[in-house]
């Protein structure tokens, strides 16, 4: 078993007691229960998000003009939290507990930035300084986990 294995296997353990849930007839579930919870690509996932936020978000959004640009923000930083803190904390915090340390201020300076009463406020440079420095972290931790540098860019050998 390579280090990447060992120390992601509680995301393969939670992947196998999804699957052993009763099978609903609800289609939603149905679709669910086959999504492979794959490492690599859940660490690309956050940091792409992490990217797209310092980059097209920060400067308005896709939605500027329906005025959930500040909410998509807010989501996706809390978004972003969330996966890292239930996914791959613990096993940064083991093999270099000062990337986690990084990781985890990192992700609070992006959550921190976007919580503001409205998107006139944000510091777009600020927040693209954040989600930069989160990116560059995930890309020095994912080999001491025993992953890939997370790509930015969609691969369809994924």
């Not at 699957?19 to 679709?31: G, L």
């Not at 096993?91 to 985890?104: H, S």
């Not at 009463?117 to 080999?143: F, K, M, T, W």
Request: aromatic share 4%; no cysteine.
């Amino acid at each position: 078993m390579d280090r990447g294995q060992d120390r992601l296997g509680a995301l393969g353990s939670l992947h196998q007691r999804f699957r052993a849930r009763p099978r609903s007839k609800d289609r939603r579930y149905a679709q669910l229960h086959d999504v492979p919870l794959v490492p690599q690509r859940l660490l690309n996932g956050i940091a792409r998000l992490a990217f797209e936020i310092g980059g097209s978000k920060a400067d308005g959004g896709e939605s500027r003009l329906s005025g959930t640009s500040l909410n998509d923000l807010q989501s996706n930083a809390d978004g972003i939290e969330l996966a890292y803190r239930i996914v791959f904390s613990a096993t940064v915090e083991a093999a270099a507990p000062q990337l986690a340390d990084a990781a985890r201020t990192a992700v609070q300076r992006l959550k921190a930035v976007v919580q503001i009463s409205a998107l006139r406020n944000l510091d777009a440079g600020e927040l693209r300084a954040h989600s930069e420095e989160l990116v560059a972290i995930l890309q020095v931790a994912a080999p001491e986990i025993g992953l890939d540098k997370p790509t930015l860019e969609e691969v369809a050998a994924q």
